[in-house]
C-alpha cells in the first residue's frame, strides 16, 4: 500500500511563503499515477490545489493558486512539494496531498491514498 506523510505546515503572516512536503513510500512511482495537494478549510469541501502528471501527463494548478503555488517533485527522494507564495488568508486550511489514477483527478473521492494533512494558518 503506498503510503503519503505530509508535512511543512505551520503559521506565517499573509503575503509570506511556506513550502510543505509529502514523502511517499509503498512502490509508488512517479509518472505511472498522479499526485498532488488538495486543501480543506473549516466548513468547506475540500478541493484540489494542484498535481503532477494529473492533466494529460503536465502539472495542474487551481486558478486560485496560479501564478502563486508551485509543485515539484524529488523522484529520488520520493517527495512532493508545494511552495506557497503570496499567502493570503484564504489559503489557510488543512493541505492533504494524495494519489490516484490520472483520470481520477479532481475528485477528492477518487483518490486512492492520502496523507495525515498539515495545518497551514495564514494571519492577516
Known amino acids: 500500500d503506498v503510503q503519503l506523510q505530509a508535512s511543512g505546515g505551520g503559521l506565517v503572516q499573509a503575503g509570506g511563503s511556506l513550502r510543505v512536503s509529502c514523502a511517499v513510500s509503498?512502490?509508488?512511482?512517479?509518472?505511472?499515477?498522479?499526485i498532488g495537494w488538495f486543501r480543506q478549510a473549516p466548513g468547506k469541501e475540500r478541493e484540489v490545489v494542484s498535481c503532477i502528471d494529473c492533466k494529460d501527463g503536465a502539472s495542474y494548478y487551481a486558478d486560485s493558486v496560479k501564478g502563486r503555488f508551485t509543485i515539484s517533485s524529488d523522484n529520488a527522494k520520493n517527495t512532493v512539494y508545494l511552495q506557497m507564495n503570496g499567502l493570503k488568508p484564504e489559503d489557510m486550511a488543512t493541505y492533504y496531498c494524495a494519489v490516484g489514477d490520472t483520470e481520477a483527478w479532481p475528485r477528492p473521492e477518487r483518490m486512492d491514498s492520502w496523507g495525515q494533512g498539515t495545518l497551514v494558518t495564514v494571519s492577516s
Open positions: 509503498g512502490g509508488f512511482r512517479f509518472g505511472t499515477s498522479a
